[in-house]
């Protein structure tokens, strides 16, 4: 049982090291959001959300099953941890892009078998200017994610790893390590475990 949570600014990467390392980490599952919304033109259920009642998501928030959750305009957004513990269950790496207060939640949860990860370009100029260059955001967007990078950047000591991300290659190379060696984690009832199997 191990989960992986990857957080740093918009534009840092993270999306594209993750597909590019998907051959070389083993089974996984990646965390996606719960929402009660209607699906868009396109969308599937289990890819970019899961999509669920509005009765059902409550029952849910009720039981503890979401991480954190919000309502926007009506309609429930949320990490439910349904899938993550069935995905644990399968012995799979979960592996969860999340900002830094979704990490903090993770930690408070699940501390004894999550590793983490900041990913970051190297400079602020550098992160802007590939949010320049990717050309998905208006600059009212790109000047709020670029704010927002800033606030995230005061919390990367409380990660167990840095990723500078220069080169994707390279950053991919350093991310396999990292996820490959987060699956040797043990939690605390395993290593209490191991070490009464072992005074027997």
Avoid: C
């Amino acid at each position: 049982m191990a989960i992986l949570v990857l957080s740093g600014p918009s534009g840092a990467g993270k999306s594209t090291i993750i597909n590019n390392a998907t051959q070389h980490i083993g089974s996984y599952y990646f965390s996606i959001s719960t929402t009660t919304r209607t699906p868009r033109a396109g969308e599937a259920d289990g890819r970019e959300y899961f999509f669920v009642s509005k009765e059902e998501f409550e029952r849910d928030i009720e039981a503890g099953y979401f991480l954190e959750y919000a309502k926007v305009h009506d309609n429930y957004y949320g990490t439910s941890l349904k899938p993550v513990i069935k995905a644990l269950d399968e012995g799979r790496l979960v592996i969860f892009d999340i900002d830094v207060q979704g990490h903090n939640l993770v930690r408070k949860l699940l501390n004894d078998i999550t590793t983490s990860i900041f990913i970051t370009p190297p400079t602020l100029n550098e992160l802007e200017r590939r949010l320049n260059l990717r050309s998905l955001d208006d600059k009212n967007i790109i000047q709020r994610r670029i704010i927002n990078a800033k606030k995230e950047i005061e919390s990367i000591k409380e990660f167990d790893f840095i990723i500078i991300n220069e080169t994707i290659e390279q950053a991919t190379k350093e991310f396999i390590t990292i996820a490959n060696a987060a699956r040797l984690k043990r939690s605390y009832e395993e290593i209490d475990n191991i070490v009464k199997y072992w005074k027997n």
